[in-house]
């Protein structure tokens, strides 16, 4: 079994900066691709960023400029550095990770969200 754990959300003002992490322990072999989505109430979820094992990263529309994401192979974790934040990107952020076991089981894991709030 795998846990990832998120920290970081928060209450900022727009224009500021938060950071999330994402930690993931457990049986785990390998990672590929990691990454973050949100999700507004009564939403589909929507991918904010994604990272490959080798680092090649993609971003939402909304996001890029903004947000940088980032991993540590030898960790674990993932990261979203998130600049210049704007009211609407107040929302639940979800950690995701693509993982692969020691027993060769290939699943999809999701943390638990972390709520980022942008104030005017």
């Known amino acids: 079994q795998v846990q990832l754990v998120e920290s970081g959300g928060g209450l900022v003002q727009a224009g500021g900066s938060l950071r999330l992490s994402c930690a993931a322990s457990?049986?785990?072999?390998?990672?590929?691709?990691m990454a973050w989505h949100r999700q507004a109430p009564g939403k589909q979820r929507e991918l904010v960023a994604r990272?490959?094992?080798?680092?090649?990263?993609n971003y939402a529309d909304s996001v890029k400029g903004r947000f940088t994401i980032s991993r540590d192979n030898a960790k674990n974790t993932v990261l979203l550095q998130m600049d210049s934040l704007r009211p609407e990107d107040t929302v639940v952020y979800y950690c995701?990770?693509?993982?692969?076991?020691?027993?060769?089981?290939?699943?999809?894991?999701w943390g638990q969200g972390t709520q980022v709030t942008v104030s005017l």
């Open positions: 990272i490959t094992s080798g680092g090649t990263t």
């Open positions: 457990g049986s785990i072999a390998s990672i590929a691709d």
């Open positions: 995701n990770a693509d993982v692969r076991e020691w027993n060769l089981r290939r699943r999809d894991y």
